[in-house]
């Protein structure tokens, strides 16, 4: 059972978050986790992962074209994709937004992959995924980790 | 395991569409179904479902009112949903469109609600959900019965 | 040149809100402004009016059931809208989301009407229009006179 | 008055409705059409247009990476955007969707730029802009040409 989470980040934020929620994917007993930013997953490393968790700093209301251009290109690997777990999750410079159209994009192109998405309940931290604006505090760092762990449980249940 | 096929129909198009998806659903073994348009569904009918399938016809790029007030109103019981499945089908007058941002409003009121949400992979018949404009032909009613069954089985293996 | 600004509003967030855009809204000249609640809304007084600027609290990430009520009610009038101008506000109980999609859908019934929209630059406040959680400071309440000025003064521009 | 046909295109299509979107544009007295694709535009020709006309092929329910990529690049230039006019269009490979999506995704990244954009009234061709699926037929370009006609039109009277 393997969860990828996969993120684009500049600053550090969105990497920083990425961890976290390896983290937490990493509680879930017999997952093994793979982090990979956009220069470094391999079209194979995401056709063998069970669970994608993505995530991206906002940029004009959507996802980094560098995000998007791993969905557009790996196509080829659509069948494989369809029935497994998806999330995301974001991080903006301002408080003002784009966070939620941003989980939203990630959440549609993993729709279209087949994929079956899950978003956090408002006890832990966000809606559609787990965002924050600049660096993640404890308290975000702590819905990301429960974020991953909820998509490997999930991953496990619906593949295992 | 019971399964809810909920919809808003005034032309009747969206309720032959809604009795697709249940003929799907009614396929899968151990799972019960539950056709209830937005006047008849009681609070405990949408809590004690495992998983909501929900259809609407497209006003104004969104889901009619009536949908969108069940979702508002059953806020009490939005503890009871999470983790639980849910899918969307919309049905509009004309072919330019609508359709796709009424499924994708109804997918982000369920992942509020804390649901797994899943689409209509492209062999099946479209992308957030099973969607057409007009009278549902045969070729749409087909892909709303694997939506249903797609939704039941997967409901079934999460929660059963 | 008449502004409607209607709103829907249950705790009184999103009354303050709509105040605040109409005070925005009557600093233009020759500007008459409308504020109206989703139960008071005529028919006639929407379609006399040369921009709407509407505001909704979120519920389960979309606009209340009552906003969209109106503008699925108002169809017979969509000719008279178009070219006319839109904008959004919303408010939420709690910082964690649904204000972005809640004005996305405002903005997108508007743009079915045939109107031409507009959201909120970064250094007035906010994105896609003004929105806030919880009760509306002086800081969201000056972005949302701004936001009402500019809707206010493009009307002018495009219709006057 | 300068208006920008903006586009990304593989197999020809979205080329071809940018074609038609930029004659629409010519109509109109006084105003200048530039149609550059996402490799040739440069950061002067974007910030020196009044009115941005920007389509992408569907993929994964958004923009094309090379579309995005644009609007993440050229975010020096924000401010000389504000107040000016937008508008979207898409072509699908297939009928079933992210056509809606694709355009609200592009008009969501203008009104951060701070722009004011419009969409496709019904009886002109689509909702959120034009869009087809495959090649644009003649009936799509008709509807491509009047979307440019009335974004130059806006444009005049908004700037002009």
Redesign the interface.
């Known amino acids: 059972m393997q969860v990828l989470v996969l993120y684009h980040s500049r600053s550090g934020n969105t990497k920083l978050l990425a961890q976290a929620v390896a983290e937490g994917a990493r509680q879930v007993e017999g997952v093994d986790v793979l982090v990979r930013s956009t220069e470094d997953i391999t079209i194979d490393e995401f056709k063998e992962s069970h669970a994608v968790i993505a995530g991206s700093p906002v ?8 995000i ?2 791993v ?2 290109n790996f ?1 080829k690997v ?1 069948k494989h994709m ?1 029935g497994k777990v998806g999330a995301a999750f974001a991080t903006s410079a ?1 408080h ?6 941003t989980m ?2 990630i ?3 993993m ?9 956090d ?2 006890e832990v ?4 995924g787990v ?1 924050c604006a600049g660096t993640p505090d404890e308290h975000t760092q702590e819905a990301a980790r429960k974020l991953g762990a909820r998509v490997a449980a ?1 991953a496990k ?2 593949l295992g």
Not at 59 to 66: H, K, Q, S, T
Not at 111 to 119: A, D, E, K, N, S
């Open positions: 940029y004009y209301g959507g996802p980094a074209a560098e998007k251009k969905f557009d196509i659509r369809e301002h003002t937004g784009g966070k939620e159209t939203i994009a959440l549609q192109a729709l279209i992959y087949g994929m079956i998405v899950l978003g309940p408002l931290g966000g809606h559609y965002a999930t249940k619906l």
